[in-house]
């Protein structure tokens, strides 16, 4: 049986995930030897398309070719990126060269070609921007299986480690985008309760933060217009990037300039950075309590939290959903993979049952019956239900 792939597909980083021999579920390794994958893309003169950490690079050097975070106008026909060769490229396209790089490099670890895929989607996807995601992976020259939430596939993942019956709440803050989804998951039964999302919220309007306020450090010191389109910016968005990487771990960080012969020193300080962010945070909060009040939940009805996304590794944000629900939530969830891995469990559970073949071990299957829901539009919390889940 040909070996199927979970694809978290990520506003700002993607990564894929297999179900092994033995039936452990494992996130992949690129050829970079990195297990993420930036979801950028770079159109070059020649025609040479580049996807990944090379195009990310590019973005200092080459910004109007450069295209970021399509996630979020998937689903948008009027939407287009042009590229200074002539180019004009949709998301479903954008987003198939990097479904087909992900693919690709899953293959070369998995030493077997990939066909068949199931893709992850946020859980406040509507139903246009599901079907351009199902588009961009025909588009891939994939069969995909399935399409299923982020946090559905993060309640698989824990289910499939012998969780439950517990009812979850997945506080998911990618890089591009924030959904906040309570799941039941009991025995065979994994069911989404009710999800609400924003996607114009996420890492990289944290990083806007930090670009706001070094541009204006320097700008006060006469220096250069670092918010200026074209490298100036590049470079200040991948540097403020780090800075906040920097801010989670240490209470403060400098940042380095130069220009004409000129060097500016800006220092960042935890404190200052928490202050900015605090209107931001505010957003997920208000989500957060409108998701419970949609389920008929109490905090105490919450049995656990599962933060996931790279972003909910800045110590604001724990603080502020530890201090909104009065309990430390669980860390045993690696934020960045267990989207990839609840996939990957899907995936192969799907050719299994395809095949109609017994599955190799517990931690293969995911529960029998996942109903997802579909909201209808941005912003809404509860939507059908696809007959027979999913």
């Known amino acids: 049986m040909a070996q199927a792939i979970g694809i978290d597909l990520g506003t700002t980083y993607s990564a894929t995930a297999a179900v092994r021999p033995g039936g452990v579920p494992e996130v992949l390794w690129n ?63 954008i987003t198939g060269l990097i479904l087909r790089r992900l693919a690709e490099d899953a293959a070369e670890t998995l030493g077997e070609p990939v066909g068949d895929v199931v893709i992850t989607v946020p859980a406040h996807f509507d139903d246009a921007r599901r079907k351009a995601t199902q588009d961009a992976g025909e588009i891939a020259g994939l069969n995909v299986l399935r399409l299923i939430s982020e946090p559905a596939a993060v309640g698989i993942a824990f289910a499939a480690a012998g969780a439950g019956p517990e009812t979850l709440m997945v506080y998911d803050l990618g890089g591009g985008r924030f959904d906040v989804t309570v799941l039941r998951v009991d025995g065979d039964d994994l069911t989404v309760v009710a999800t609400a999302g924003d996607r114009d919220l996420g890492g990289s309007d944290f990083d806007t933060l930090l670009m706001t306020y070094v541009a204006a450090e320097v ?8 918010l200026d389109e074209g490298r100036h910016q590049a470079g200040l968005r991948e540097r403020c990037e780090q800075a906040k990487y920097a801010l989670s771990r240490t209470d403060q960080t400098r940042l380095f300039f130069s220009d004409a012969g000129r060097s500016y020193t800006v220092e960042v300080t935890r404190e200052r950075f928490e202050q900015m962010a605090e209107d931001l945070l505010g957003r997920t909060s208000v989500i957060t309590e409108q998701v419970l009040e949609e389920a008929g939940l109490s905090w105490a009805d919450v049995d656990r939290i599962l933060l996931v996304g790279g972003s909910t590794r800045m110590p604001m944000v724990r603080r502020r959903i530890e201090r909104q629900s009065g309990k430390v939530p669980d860390m045993t969830v690696n934020p960045d993979e267990a989207v990839a891995v609840g996939a990957a469990i899907l995936a192969t559970a799907e050719m299994t049952r395809m095949a109609g073949l017994r599955g190799d071990t517990p931690v293969t299957s995911p529960p029998r019956t996942v109903r997802d829901v579909t909201p209808a539009r941005k912003g809404s919390i509860a939507g059908r239900r696809p007959p027979g889940g999913g």
């Open 31 to 93: 050829r970079e030897g990195d297990r993420l994958t930036p979801s950028v893309v770079l159109f070059q003169e020649s025609g040479r398309v580049l996807v990944g950490k090379n195009a990310k690079h590019a973005t200092k050097n080459a910004p109007e070719d450069c295209v970021e975070s399509v996630k979020r106008w998937m689903g948008d026909p009027g939407w287009v990126f042009a590229d200074s060769h002539g180019g004009v490229h949709g998301a479903e396209e």
């Open 219 to 226: 700008s006060a010191r006469r220096g250069p217009d670092l």
